[in-house]
Structure formats: C-alpha cells, structure tokens
C-alpha cells in the first residue's frame, strides 16, 4: 500500500523560498509519478506539478517560474520548492500519487497535508 | 490549458434525491476523468476514475458519465456521511486541473 507523508516549515516570510519534501513508501519512485497540489484556505484544489518516475517534471503554467519539484530516490523522497512567496501561497500542500502504475492518470494516494503560512 | 468548469458551485440535497454534478473540459479530454471527495480537514479521496469506474470500497450510489466533453457524477440516494466538496480532475495532458469544486449539504 502506497503512503506519502509531507514534512513543510509551518510558517515562512514574504519574499523566502518554501521547500517541503514528500517521504513515500511502499513503492520506487522510479515506478511513479509524485505530485504536488495545494488547497488556500476556503478555496479549491490546485495542480502545482509533478515529477514522473524517470525524473521529468510538469508545472502548473501561472506558477512554472516560482516551482521546482525534484528528488532522492535513495531516500524516497520528492521535494517541492517555491520561491519569491506571497502571502496568497498560505495553503496547505499535498503530494499524491497511485497505488498502480497502470493507473498512473489518477491519485488515490494521498499525504495528510502540510500547512504553510506565509507571513510579512 | 484545459479549463474544466465544474457545477453548481453549492447544493443543498435531500436524502431522497439524485444530485448530478457537472464539469465540462474546454476540449477533449477522453475518459481521462477522475472525480474526488473532500471532507473538512481531510484529503481527498478518489471516488471515480476513467469517467465512469468505481474506486475501491466507493459505494454503488456513486456512479460517473460522460457525454462528449461533459462529465458527470450522480449520488442516488445520498447519505448524511456524502457531505463534503467534491472535485474533478483531468489528467488528460498537463497541466492536470481540477474544477473548481461544488459543496455539498444534506
């Protein structure tokens, strides 16, 4: 059974760069796809990326210059990197993935969140 | 990018109904459609995927459609317990987009 953990900051200055890594287990990221979505206060589900199990990389497009995802297989762990924060980046982030890669199109498995505040 | 447009944004249901939610993809996108639920606090968690087919353990009052690039979901029946925000998802190309979700009271 597939299981992902995010470990963020909690809070985070204007203007920093917020990284939050994603642990995995019970698959090789090698045979996976991992993303990134994050969920603002009160509002909706929102797609930042995803790095794939040969090490390419997609982007959400209005976030693609702030965005970098990258990994360590040898620890099961994806990174999730954004820079020049806003307070409007305040949200919780999640990584997902699936339980099969012939499901690799869909996320069933999910972490449990990792709240940021982003703060002046 | 593919814009999915997801509604109502909101509904307030009864236990005898049918509620239908719906997103439409501003192109095609297949079957690569997957529909979420989101209680407060929680993850999501995968109800539908292929536009039509059941996740494990999802009860048979969830069921999904498609009708060229609009899509579906409809809870007969619904319980107390189908409260929550529910989302789609295409996975078509990237990058992948949710609609932007509908609440739902009972």
């Known amino acids: 059974q597939v299981q992902m953990k995010e470990t963020g900051p909690g809070l985070v200055q204007t203007t920093q760069t917020l990284s939050v890594a994603c642990t995995v287990s019970g698959f090789s990221l090698s045979s996976y796809g991992v993303h990134w979505i994050r969920q603002a206060p009160g509002k909706g589900l929102d797609w930042l990326g995803v790095?794939?199990?040969?090490?390419?990389?997609n982007y959400n497009s209005a976030l693609r210059s702030r965005l970098s995802i990258s990994w360590d297989p040898s620890k099961s762990q994806v990174f999730l990197t954004m820079n020049s924060l806003h307070t409007d980046d305040t949200a919780v982030y999640y990584c997902?993935?699936?339980?099969?890669?012939?499901?690799?199109?869909?996320?069933?498995?999910w972490g449990q969140g990792a709240s940021v505040t982003v703060s002046s | 990018d593919i814009q999915m447009t997801q509604s109502p944004a909101s509904l307030s249901a009864s236990l005898e109904e049918v509620v239908t939610i719906t997103c439409k993809a501003s192109?095609?996108?297949?079957?690569?459609l997957s529909w979420y639920q989101q209680k407060p606090g929680k993850s999501p968690q995968l109800l539908i995927y292929d536009a039509t087919n059941l996740a494990d353990g999802v009860p048979s009052r969830f069921s999904g459609s498609r009708s060229g690039t609009q899509f579906s979901l409809k809870i007969r029946r619904p319980q107390v317990d189908d409260s929550g925000i529910y989302y789609c998802l295409q996975s078509f190309s990237t990058p992948w987009t949710f609609g932007g979700g509908t609440k739902l009271e009972l």
């Open positions: 790095i794939w199990g040969d090490g390419n990389t």
């Open positions: 997902a993935g699936n339980n099969s890669p012939r499901l690799w199109y869909v996320l069933d498995a």
């Open positions: 192109q095609g996108i297949d079957d690569y």
